[in-house]
């Protein structure tokens, strides 16, 4: 956790809160948080009273409006449009879903908040519930996520007996179901239309769209679907208000949201932190800096489906524009630090590995690129490739990118060509000492032509 | 019919074209005959955006779009042939192709291969792949008929999705995921439907192949014939297959108005019996007691010289013909004219079920909607009826109905494919039919269930003779839910739209004898008629079962359903036919059977097969017995003279299916040596018999057909097109040549169904049984 918020100073006064404040990690560090009498002790679902009393519905979209909370999914949708896209009445029910599918690697923070606080996101699920006028909402957990699973499974069952899900809730005539469904593992079963056919009870394969699923969803139904922490945010948000809420962030990138630190840093870790504080902030004071006082060769800063980020860029703002102009996104929120001692072919493998692991299957680019691409970094990675694979590898990428069902396929190139752009030579280094330039079995015989890690 | 649809314009490399609102801009390329390359596509199943394949370039739009998902919008400007197309395009093909195991000198597939074909036509020419492809063992079995080869898919999903969506049968699935991904069977499931076939015809590779398919011929080496399937009354639209002289297959040449562009493995595989060895090649004499080759003329003069021998000795009413349900309109109607105009008998008749007479004015008994119908039916009712063992393909197109949202009831003694799916099922004693639809009758007329004044009226007229058949009496004698029943009654009487089907062979039960008329007088009563998705009729056993009919292979009825008593068909036909016709009804096909002629002509039909020991006593007595068949049948084996004929696949003519379509049949084969086609046959007997008949070819004869009978006034070979047409025929616009074309016509009045039940009912209402074979 965030334990060194207090030692970090600023001049900025007209923050509510405080520069750093904890909206959606609060309370996450109470000893049995997850059990709902201790969640309520500590203000657990007063927000929900509020919601159910003072709000209409239609006020509470607003309401979200303008918190400008964005989507914590990967793609930074904003939450307030989307679910205003949902048809006013329709004659199949509607639904919302709460994607607790997290499998990005790098992404570990939907997992905290369902293993810590269960009922904040179940909280969370009955604002948006009423807000979106839905009646019945499901909660699709990862399947691997075993602990995570039963926490929450158990926080619906003590907000069933204690009467906050279910029929009139907190005698505001208000009903909602909610069912917790597990996956049975596979990353495309996050991607929201793969997510609705497995929860249908079908193989998870991406839909078609349009229709988007505000319009056909789940069963045919309009549908809301937002990740843990979109809806974990929103008790907050209630409780706080949009103005508070809003006040931290970026012009475009309001509020907070959580980090995922990972890699060659001294402190790893989950860290809630205003949009737009910068990378060095996180790697640096929060994370405590480069383990062992290696140097930092590169920073892939929203997951492993986005484009690697150099030292040089290591002041980039961390909201969705600054790191688009970056050319790189925000993703996830899965920040992964590699130091100079990481053989950027065996990470670049490592993770398109994943991708033709996770590929569905549906589509030609992806299921067939992947595949190859995997042959071919292997054989680089090994010391075996060719230095024309090199500009294959790009072509593979370039016949995928923008051709494949969806964003997976699209999302497995992003390692690729941004380490090729940013790394050729280490791959050159590859073939021409069939051996990789650092790390295990590492020779630098060509190394005097490769960019040294302080040069970046 | 034409609602003014709403066009949307666009133009696809640079060519301006018009389509629907809502089309995909596959189909506006299609319109434009602009190939887009497709593989999980298929017109028939939703659009599924898989394989990567129908890149088009859209202007405006960022990335390349795929042609089977995007639908049109006005001003778009689509191309086929960018650069970014053509690398797009080229870059799915060698992804394709890098685990293709390449194959193609001994796939089946080869030649007709839609990989092979867009390879060379969009693919990059060569391929930068190096490395392991994977590797599956090779073809595993995924039924009986059907194997798998792994290496060669393209997981396309299109027989998984066929198998799901459109036959709604157990059948194949994708099991794993990524490259690893592979079609699969549940092993608690097999993949055993009547449809299975056409996920082969639908692999674009060779991954799906059939069994008795494999490695026997190269897809250029076959002469392929559009043509109808000849193996059940529903009369697909096929394409026939020929190497050298075997039929291989028959695929589907998509007729949306009766197959919707699928076969089922009867039609596509079972055609062992026209590539038979034991098939005749000569003309046979009984000598000695035993069947002997002679020659066909000596065969034919043999033949007349009998006939005109039992005619003068005995008289022209000791001849008698049994016909075919098999054989083609123009043989039906030669045959029946062979023996009324030439030999001067009425005792012509064929294997059928029991339908009252026909007057004019009066819909002959057939379905009353069509198969395309069904689709817009709110219910079907199917009442003795096993369409996916007898009729499959109605079967399918019941399917695709429930998934429209109609309610099904199932009504049969036995299990039937269909339970699962349907809203109902209802299962009785067998042969109890006609007690059932007499006590839907008696719930009907005595619930006030009627619609209409007409229909009121009619149920007025019906009361009295349904008043004892109640549904208690039905659950007593054919162990029915009576409340099951009251229930199905509702749902017809309230139908938007009911189609009430039985099957023909129901009608023979002992139950069943005025089952035709009750079953019309189900949906008469209840508003059931007239309009698509309603109506009531027989679904029909065989091929021609309908064309046999209304060729007037009846003792009683001329061809087009006039009586034989008629004094106007008389005049006309007897002019046309310049002789003098019989004016009495002839024996029915049991009474034949029953020593009532002593020379039978028997033209492809096979009595002996189910006939009881009197009736083969009786066939053994004939003084004289000649046979057309492809085989040595039972009955042949009795006869004095066979003649070997040909299968519908060696000759020319026309069919008229369930639903009354009549459509073309085409020679896609030669004639086995030595065997002649049943029309050329019977030409040859006229003219032993000095007939002088000159027909050289079967347009000649539906011609004539057109000229003489007046239900299929009009028909010739060419207004039959492609497709066929369905009667009652209206007259059509006439062609650019001037010539007259002729249109079927959709509207079956009240007068027409009204006129059938009334001629089939004594004064009070009571039905008279109709005679049919077993009588
Ligand atoms: C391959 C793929 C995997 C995804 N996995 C997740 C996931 O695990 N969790 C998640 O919240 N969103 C995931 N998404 C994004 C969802 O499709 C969707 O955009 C998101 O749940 C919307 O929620 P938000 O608007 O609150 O971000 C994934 C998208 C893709 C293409
Ligand atoms: S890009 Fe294609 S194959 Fe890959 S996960 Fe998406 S739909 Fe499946
Ligand atoms: S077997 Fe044929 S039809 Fe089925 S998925 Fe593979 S390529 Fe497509
Ligand atoms: S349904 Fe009948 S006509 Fe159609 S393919 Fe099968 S056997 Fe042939
Ligand atoms: S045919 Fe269009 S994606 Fe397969």
């Given at each position: 956790m965030a334990d060194s918020v207090d030692t970090i100073t600023t001049e900025n006064k007209t923050l509510p809160l405080g520069p750093y404040p904890r909206f959606v990690t609060r309370n996450m560090d109470v000893p049995g948080i997850d059990r709902i009498e201790v969640y309520r002790e500590h203000g657990g679902y007063a927000a929900l009273a509020k919601a159910l009393q003072s709000f209409q519905p239609e006020q509470l979209v607003e309401e979200v409006k303008q918190s400008g909370l964005r989507g914590r999914g990967g793609a930074g949708f904003a939450t307030g449009m989307k679910w205003s896209f949902l048809p006013p009445t329709s004659p199949k029910p509607r639904y919302l879903i709460v994607n607790c599918d997290e499998s990005e690697p790098g992404t570990f923070k939907d997992r905290m908040i369902m293993e810590l606080n269960p009922h904040m996101l179940v909280e969370g699920v009955i604002i948006g519930s009423y807000a979106t006028k839905v009646h019945h909402a499901f909660i699709y957990v990862r399947g691997e996520l075993a602990f995570a699973g039963r926490q929450v499974e158990r926080a619906v069952r003590e907000a069933y007996a204690a009467g906050l899900i279910g029929k009139n809730i907190l005698g505001s005539g208000y009903d909602l179901e909610i069912t917790v469904s597990r996956g049975a593992g596979a990353y495309i079963c996050g991607e929201e239309s793969a997510l609705m056919e497995s929860l249908e009870g079908r193989r998870g394969y991406p839909r078609l769209k349009p229709p988007f699923p505000a319009v056909v969803g789940l069963y045919g139904g309009p549908t809301v679907i937002n990740n843990t922490e979109t809806i974990s945010t929103l008790p907050a948000i209630v409780e706080h208000g949009a103005a508070v809420y809003g006040a931290y962030g970026t012009e475009k990138s309001k509020g907070t949201r959580i980090y995922c630190l990972s890699g060659h840093v001294n402190r790893p870790g989950n860290y809630e932190l205003p949009l737009g504080t910068p990378l060095r902030t996180l790697v640096e004071d929060f994370g405590g800096g480069m383990r062992g006082g290696k140097q930092l060769k590169a920073i892939i800063p929203g997951g492993s489906s986005v484009p690697f980020l150099l030292p040089n860029q290591l002041d980039t703002p961390m909201d969705f524009e600054s790191m688009a102009a970056a050319g790189t996104m925000l993703g996830s929120g899965g920040v992964i630090v590699l130091d100079e001692d990481t053989c950027i072919v065996g990470a670049v493998l490592r993770m398109t590995e994943f991708y033709r692991d996770e590929s569905c299957g549906k589509c030609t680019p992806c299921r067939e690129g992947t595949f190859w691409l995997v042959q071919l970094l292997e054989r680089l990675e090994h010391g075996g490739g060719k230095e024309s694979d090199i500009d294959l590898l790009n072509d593979i990428c370039d016949n995928m990118l923008g051709k494949c069902f969806c964003p997976l396929g699209d999302a497995a190139t992003s390692s690729i060509m941004s380490s090729i752009k940013l790394f050729r030579d280490e791959y050159i280094h590859h073939v021409r000492a069939h051996a990789c330039l650092v790390g295990p079995g590492a020779t630098r015989a060509h190394a005097a032509s490769v960019t040294p890690v302080s040069a970046r | 019919m034409a609602e003014q649809e709403e066009l949307v314009n666009l133009t696809i490399d640079g060519q301006p074209v018009s389509v629907p609102k809502g089309s995909l801009i596959w189909a506006a390329a299609q319109k434009l005959g602009i190939e887009i390359p497709i593989y999980c596509y298929h017109p028939k199943m939703d659009p599924l955006g898989a394989c990567r394949m129908c890149f088009v370039e859209v202007e405006k739009m960022p990335k390349l779009a795929t042609a089977c998902t995007t639908t049109v919008a006005e001003g778009m400007v689509v191309s086929t042939t960018s650069a970014k197309v053509k690398k797009g395009r080229a870059g799915t093909l060698e992804f394709l192709l890098i685990n293709h195991p390449l194959d193609c000198p001994i796939c089946d597939k080869g030649g007709e291969c839609d990989l092979q074909d867009f390879t060379l036509r969009y693919g990059p020419g060569g391929s930068r792949f190096d490395l392991?492809?994977?590797?599956?063992?090779?073809?595993?079995?995924?039924?009986?008929?059907?194997?798998?080869?792994?290496?060669?898919?393209?997981?396309?999903?299109?027989?998984?999705?066929?198998?799901?969506?459109?036959?709604?049968?157990?059948?194949?699935?994708?099991?794993?995921?990524?490259?690893?991904?592979?079609?699969?069977?549940?092993?608690?499931?097999?993949?055993?439907?009547?449809?299975?076939?056409?996920?082969?015809?639908?692999?674009?590779?060779?991954?799906?192949?059939?069994?008795?398919?494999?490695?026997?011929?190269?897809?250029?080496?076959?002469?392929?014939?559009?043509?109808?399937?000849?193996?059940?009354?529903?009369?697909?639209?096929?394409?026939?297959?020929?190497?050298?002289?075997?039929?291989?297959?028959?695929?589907?040449?998509?007729?949306?108005?009766?197959?919707?562009?699928?076969?089922?493995?009867?039609?596509?595989?079972?055609?062992?019996?026209?590539?038979?060895?034991?098939?005749?090649?000569?003309?046979?004499?009984?000598?000695?007691?035993?069947?002997?080759?002679?020659?066909?003329?000596?065969?034919?003069?043999?033949?007349?010289?009998?006939?005109?021998?039992?005619?003068?000795?005995?008289?022209?009413?000791?001849?008698?013909?049994?016909?075919?349900?098999?054989?083609?309109?123009?043989?039906?109607?030669?045959?029946?004219?062979?023996?009324?105009?030439?030999?001067?008998?009425?005792?012509?008749?064929?294997?059928?079920?029991?339908?009252?007479?026909?007057?004019?004015?009066?819909?002959?008994?057939?379905?009353?909607?069509?198969?395309?119908?069904?689709?817009?039916?709110?219910?079907?009712?199917?009442?003795?009826?096993?369409?996916?063992?007898?009729?499959?393909?109605?079967?399918?197109?019941?399917?695709?109905?429930?998934?429209?949202?109609?309610?099904?009831?199932?009504?049969?003694?036995?299990?039937?494919?269909?339970?699962?799916?349907?809203?109902?099922?209802?299962?009785?004693?067998?042969?109890?039919?006609?007690?059932?639809?007499?006590?839907?009758?008696?719930?009907?007329?005595?619930?006030?269930?009627?619609?209409?004044?007409?229909?009121?009226?009619?149920?007025?007229?019906?009361?009295?003779?349904?008043?004892?058949?109640?549904?208690?009496?039905?659950?007593?004698?054919?162990?029915?839910?009576?409340?099951?029943?009251?229930?199905?009654?509702?749902?017809?009487?309230?139908?938007?739209?009911?189609?009430?089907?039985?099957?023909?062979?129901?009608?023979?039960?002992?139950?069943?004898?005025?089952?035709?008329?009750?079953?019309?007088?189900?949906?008469?009563?209840?508003?059931?008629?007239?309009?698509?998705?309603?109506?009531?009729?027989?679904?029909?056993?065989?091929?021609?079962?309908?064309?046999?009919?209304?060729?007037?292979?009846?003792?009683?009825?001329?061809?087009?359903?006039?009586?034989?008593?008629?004094?106007?068909?008389?005049?006309?036909?007897?002019?046309?036919?310049?002789?003098?016709?019989?004016?009495?009804?002839?024996?029915?096909?049991?009474?034949?059977?029953?020593?009532?002629?002593?020379?039978?002509?028997?033209?492809?039909?096979?009595?002996?097969?189910?006939?009881?020991?009197?009736?083969?006593?009786?066939?053994?007595?004939?003084?004289?017995?000649?046979?057309?068949?492809?085989?040595?049948?039972?009955?042949?084996?009795?006869?004095?003279?066979?003649?070997?004929?040909?299968?519908?696949?060696?000759?020319?003519?026309?069919?008229?299916?369930?639903?009354?379509?009549?459509?073309?049949?085409?020679?896609?084969?030669?004639?086995?040596?030595?065997?002649?086609?049943?029309?050329?046959?019977?030409?040859?007997?006229?003219?032993?018999?000095?007939?002088?008949?000159?027909?050289?070819?079967?347009?000649?004869?539906?011609?004539?057909?057109?000229?003489?009978?007046?239900?299929?006034?009009?028909?010739?070979?060419?207004?039959?097109?492609?497709?066929?047409?369905?009667?009652?025929?209206?007259?059509?616009?006439?062609?650019?040549?001037?010539?007259?074309?002729?249109?079927?016509?959709?509207?079956?009045?009240?007068?027409?169904?009204?006129?059938?039940?009334?001629?089939?009912?004594?004064?009070?209402?009571?039905?008279?049984?109709?005679?049919?074979?077993?009588?």
């Open positions: - | 392991n492809k994977r590797h599956f063992e090779k073809p595993i079995p995924v039924s009986e008929n059907i194997l798998l080869d792994r290496e060669r898919c393209i997981a396309c999903q299109r027989c998984v999705r066929f198998t799901q969506t459109v036959a709604m049968e157990n059948g194949l699935v994708m099991e794993q995921r990524g490259f690893r991904i592979e079609v699969g069977v549940d092993p608690a499931a097999p993949f055993d439907s009547i449809f299975s076939g056409n996920v082969v015809e639908m692999c674009p590779v060779g991954a799906l192949t059939a069994k008795n398919y494999r490695f026997v011929t190269r897809p250029w080496e076959l002469k392929k014939t559009p043509s109808v399937c000849g193996n059940c009354s529903v009369g697909c639209n096929v394409r026939v297959d020929v190497r050298v002289d075997k039929v291989l297959r028959q695929y589907s040449r998509t007729n949306d108005a009766i197959d919707d562009g699928w076969l089922c493995d009867r039609g596509r595989w079972d055609l062992d019996w026209i590539n038979d060895t034991e098939r005749l090649r000569t003309p046979l004499i009984r000598r000695d007691g035993q069947l002997q080759p002679v020659s066909w003329d000596e065969a034919l003069r043999f033949v007349a010289e009998r006939l005109r021998a039992v005619r003068d000795q005995r008289g022209a009413r000791a001849i008698g013909g049994i016909g075919s349900t098999h054989t083609t309109n123009e043989e039906a109607y030669l045959f029946q004219k062979l023996l009324r105009a030439g030999l001067g008998t009425n005792n012509v008749d064929h294997a059928h079920g029991r339908f009252p007479a026909t007057e004019p004015g009066a819909l002959p008994w057939a379905w009353s909607d069509s198969i395309a119908g069904l689709e817009q039916a709110s219910h079907i009712v199917l009442l003795g009826a096993d369409p996916y063992h007898r009729q499959p393909i109605v079967d399918l197109r019941i399917r695709k109905a429930i998934r429209a949202g109609a309610r099904v009831y199932v009504v049969t003694p036995e299990a039937n494919r269909l339970d699962r799916l349907v809203a109902g099922v209802i299962r009785y004693t067998a042969g109890h039919t006609g007690t059932l639809a007499r006590a839907l009758l008696n719930i009907i007329t005595s619930d006030g269930l009627a619609r209409g004044e007409q229909g009121a009226q009619r149920a007025a007229d019906r009361r009295a003779s349904v008043a004892q058949e109640t549904p208690e009496r039905a659950a007593q004698v054919a162990g029915v839910d009576a409340d099951a029943l009251r229930e199905l009654a509702r749902e017809i009487a309230g139908a938007k739209g009911a189609v009430i089907l039985y099957d023909e062979a129901a009608t023979l039960e002992p139950s069943g004898a005025t089952l035709a008329a009750d079953v019309l007088d189900l949906a008469l009563i209840t508003g059931n008629f007239g309009k698509p998705g309603a109506g009531a009729g027989p679904l029909l056993a065989d091929n021609n079962s309908l064309g046999a009919r209304d060729m007037g292979l009846l003792p009683d009825t001329l061809p087009g359903y006039r009586p034989v008593g008629d004094a106007a068909a008389h005049a006309a036909l007897g002019g046309a036919w310049l002789a003098t016709l019989p004016a009495e009804p002839g024996l029915s096909y049991t009474e034949m059977l029953s020593g009532g002629v002593k020379a039978l002509y028997v033209m492809g039909a096979n009595p002996a097969r189910d006939a009881t020991p009197e009736q083969l006593a009786a066939l053994d007595a004939l003084d004289f017995l000649v046979v057309q068949d492809l085989t040595l049948t039972e009955t042949a084996q009795r006869a004095t003279v066979v003649l070997p004929a040909v299968a519908y696949t060696e000759k020319d003519g026309s069919f008229t299916n369930t639903e009354r379509c009549v459509q073309l049949v085409r020679r896609a084969m030669q004639p086995l040596g030595g065997a002649k086609a049943d029309w050329e046959i019977l030409v040859g007997v006229a003219r032993a018999l000095g007939l002088g008949w000159t027909y050289l070819s079967p347009a000649e004869i539906l011609s004539e057909i057109g000229r003489t009978v007046p239900l299929y006034a009009g028909v010739t070979r060419r207004s039959l097109g492609a497709e066929g047409v369905r009667w009652p025929f209206a007259p059509g616009e006439r062609t650019p040549e001037g010539r007259a074309t002729i249109t079927g016509s959709p509207s079956i009045t009240w007068q027409m169904l009204a006129e059938g039940v009334a001629r089939a009912q004594k004064p009070g209402g009571e039905l008279i049984a109709p005679r049919g074979r077993g009588e």
